[in-house]
């Protein structure tokens, strides 16, 4: 049964030298079960219906076709992690991927709508009633003992994403939030795609640069200038949006990375298809790692728009986060991956 308590302990062990706290998405919501669903490839969109039979009939002399709103990420070699950061980033090691195809962009609230529309698929915070919101008031509600500004809200779902009376009419354009890793492989197993691994993620995050920590270079902000719908400002309890936005923001508000990719940094967390291990790169095998055989949270990446450089720095390239496969925030969104076709 999906339950609402404490942040893990392990996450609070993952600060870095300095005591920045290495919070994640704020809390663990146990594993439900979750039942199968229809396979719902005769409805899929037209793009990616296309897609596919691209992708079948497609021979060695034929250019490769990229699906819409899709950039071809074209794999290689890559060092993932960092040895600056926090534990389990370490080691840096060298990776091998073949070359795949990622949204260009947050899958959107109206890209999500159309799954539904088409599917009748509901959510797990829709099954279940309740989800989790980002309130930094102090309020009676159910509030994350080491995180109070997490709180569980009743009718908080990916249509309310802070609970009754909250709407995304008007935000068709926003990243869809309050869906769990499995709503997520849900819309990308119907959009004739699949989430990215971790491994994916990291290499088009890096967007063609070399140990850099952000996806567009060295400096956090360049010339003065925000690159990524993150927070300014003492988190939680001061926001300072100096970046031009407080919440979520439209995606493809600020500039892509050298692959072409936006908010590859910030606004929301992704989900990626791997369970999280936190030594797994120790172990990870150099050509396209797929993580751990098992676990009991999947990987999130690229921090959200709550994550600033006095608290969590989740926007980083390397940063790494987790959380049960049924947990819903309204910071955690995903994008998909599809793999190229080989040569
Ligand atoms: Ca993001
Ligand atoms: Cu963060």
Same mark, same amino acid.
């Given at each position: ?38 396979? $719902? ?30 950039? &071809?990420?074209?794999? #290689?070699?890559? %060092? ?6 926090? +534990?389990?980033?370490? =080691?840096?090691?060298? %990776?091998?991927?073949? =070359? ?6 947050? !899958?959107?609230?109206?890209? /999500?709508?159309?799954? !539904? ?7 797990? $915070? ?21 995180? =109070?500004?997490? $709180? ?20 068709? +354009? ?11 492989? *849900? ?15 990291? /290499? ?15 400096? &956090? ?13 003492? /988190? ?16 493809? +508000? ?6 072409? &990719? ?30 751990? =055989? ?8 690229? #921090? ?18 987790? *959380? ?8 955690? #969104? ?5 793999? $190229?076709?080989?040569?």
């Amino acid at each position: 049964m999906r339950r609402f308590h404490e942040i893990a302990s392990e996450r609070l062990k993952l600060r870095p030298p300095g005591g920045m706290a290495g919070w994640a998405t704020g809390l663990s919501l146990v594993l439900i079960s979750c039942g199968s669903r229809e396979d $719902a490839a005769s409805t899929a969109p037209p793009a990616a219906r296309a897609e596919s039979a691209a992708a079948a009939t497609s021979s060695p002399a034929r250019p490769l076709e990229i699906p819409a709103e899709m950039a &071809l990420i074209p794999g #290689g070699r890559f %060092v993932m992690g960092a040895g600056d950061g926090f +534990s389990h980033e370490a =080691p840096p090691h060298e %990776v091998l991927l073949e =070359p795949y195809f990622l949204d260009l962009h947050e !899958v959107t609230n109206a890209q /999500f709508a159309a799954f !539904v529309q088409a599917t009748g698929y509901r959510t797990e $915070a829709e099954r279940w009633g309740w989800s989790v919101v980002f309130s930094p008031d102090t309020d009676e509600r159910e509030r994350a003992a080491e995180a =109070p500004w997490w $709180a569980k809200v009743e009718g908080a779902d990916w249509r309310h994403p802070s609970g009754p009376g909250s709407t995304i009419d008007g935000r068709e +354009s926003n990243p869809v939030v309050q869906v769990s890793w499995h709503d997520a492989e *849900a819309y990308c197993r119907w959009a004739g795609k699949r989430l990215p691994t971790e491994a994916e993620w990291e /290499f088009a995050a890096r967007g063609g640069l070399e140990g850099s920590p952000y996806p567009w270079g060295d400096d &956090l902000t360049p010339d003065g200038r925000w690159m990524a719908n993150i927070w300014q400002g003492f /988190f939680p309890g001061e926001s300072d949006p100096k970046d031009g936005h407080a919440g979520l923001a439209s995606v493809g +508000s600020y500039s892509p990375n050298g692959y072409g &990719l936006h908010d590859m940094a910030g606004n929301v967390w992704e989900w990626c298809a791997d369970w999280y291990g936190p030594s797994y790169y120790a172990t990870s095998p150099p050509k396209n790692p797929q993580g751990p =055989p098992a676990g009991e949270e999947k990987v999130l990446r690229g #921090g959200s728009f709550l994550c600033s450089a006095q608290y969590c720095i989740g926007y980083r390239v390397a940063h790494r986060n987790k *959380a049960t496969p049924d947990s819903g925030l309204d910071n955690v #969104g995903f994008r998909c991956a599809v793999s $190229a076709p080989q040569p």
